[in-house]
C-alpha cells in the first residue's frame, strides 16, 4: 500500500457557479459516480492560503487574537492569509502575512504541513511553515482595518500551546495543526528534516 494522497478527476455532468463573493464562490457539480449515478456536490471555490507558525529563540510561539464572525468567537490563531493572486509563491505570501500581521520577519523558513481544511466543503488548501530566527520588521508597521484592527498579539510555550490544543481550549485549525506538527517533526526526524520553504505544492502550483 502507497500511503499518498493521489489525483483523480470524475467526469462533471454539469456545473453551476450559484454565489461568486469578494474572495471565494460556491460551485454545484453534478458528478457521475463509478456506478454512472449522478450526484449533486456544492462546495466553496477558495483561493487557497498561508499559515506561519513563528518559533523565537526562547520556544514560543507568535500567536495573535482574532475575532471570527461565523463561530462567534475571539480565537487564537497564528498569522495567515489568502494567496492573493492565482500562482503565487506561498513563500512570498506567508513572509508579507508575518510582517502584517506581526511586523516579524524570520531567517529561517520550513514547510510545516500541507492540508485540505474541509475537503468534502470546499476546496481550500492551506501550507503551514515553520519561521525561526526572528527579528522585527523594518520600516513602519501596515495599517490594518476591520476585524485585524482589534487584534491581540502575545508570544506563549509551545509546551504551553500543546496542553491548550489537547484540553479542548484552542480550536483554530492552523494553530491546531502547526502545534502538533511541530511537536511531531521534533520527536521524530527533527526540524532540519522539514521541506525546504520553496519545496513544491501541487495542490496550488506556484512560480517563483
Given at each position: 500500500m502507497e500511503l499518498q494522497d493521489t489525483p483523480q478527476?470524475?467526469?462533471?455532468?454539469?456545473?453551476?457557479?450559484?454565489?461568486?463573493?469578494?474572495?471565494?464562490?460556491?460551485?454545484?457539480?453534478?458528478?457521475?459516480?463509478?456506478?454512472?449515478?449522478?450526484?449533486?456536490?456544492?462546495?466553496?471555490?477558495?483561493?487557497?492560503s498561508?499559515?506561519?507558525?513563528?518559533?523565537?529563540?526562547?520556544d514560543r510561539v507568535l500567536l495573535?487574537?482574532?475575532?471570527?464572525?461565523?463561530?462567534?468567537?475571539?480565537?487564537?490563531?497564528?498569522?495567515?492569509?489568502?494567496?492573493?493572486v492565482?500562482?503565487?509563491?506561498?513563500?512570498?505570501?506567508?513572509r508579507r502575512?508575518?510582517?502584517?500581521?506581526?511586523?516579524v520577519k524570520a531567517g529561517d523558513w520550513r514547510v510545516l504541513t500541507d492540508v485540505y481544511t474541509s475537503p468534502g466543503g470546499t476546496d481550500e488548501?492551506?501550507?503551514?511553515?515553520?519561521?525561526?530566527?526572528l527579528a522585527e520588521a523594518?520600516?513602519?508597521?501596515?495599517?490594518?482595518s476591520e476585524e485585524e484592527a482589534d487584534m491581540e498579539t502575545a508570544r506563549v510555550p509551545l509546551a504551553d500551546l500543546v496542553r491548550g490544543v489537547l484540553a479542548g481550549d484552542l480550536h483554530n485549525n492552523c494553530l491546531v495543526l502547526g502545534i502538533l506538527s511541530l511537536a511531531a517533526a521534533r520527536a521524530g526526524d527533527g526540524l532540519d528534516a522539514?521541506?525546504?520553504?520553496?519545496?513544491?505544492w501541487p495542490a496550488r502550483p506556484f512560480g517563483a
Open positions: 478527476e470524475w467526469r462533471i455532468a454539469a456545473t453551476a457557479t450559484p454565489f461568486r463573493g469578494k474572495k471565494t464562490s460556491v460551485r454545484t457539480d453534478d458528478v457521475v459516480m463509478p456506478d454512472g449515478e449522478v450526484a449533486r456536490r456544492d462546495y466553496q471555490v477558495h483561493p487557497g498561508v499559515a506561519v507558525l513563528a518559533l523565537d529563540e526562547e495573535i487574537k482574532q475575532y471570527r464572525h461565523p463561530v462567534r468567537q475571539k480565537l487564537w490563531e497564528i498569522p495567515a492569509g489568502l494567496l492573493d492565482p500562482g503565487e509563491n506561498p513563500l512570498h505570501a506567508a502575512e508575518l510582517y502584517e500581521e506581526a511586523h488548501a492551506v501550507r503551514i511553515f515553520l519561521a525561526r530566527d523594518e520600516g513602519d508597521r501596515f495599517e490594518v522539514l521541506r525546504p520553504a520553496e519545496a513544491p
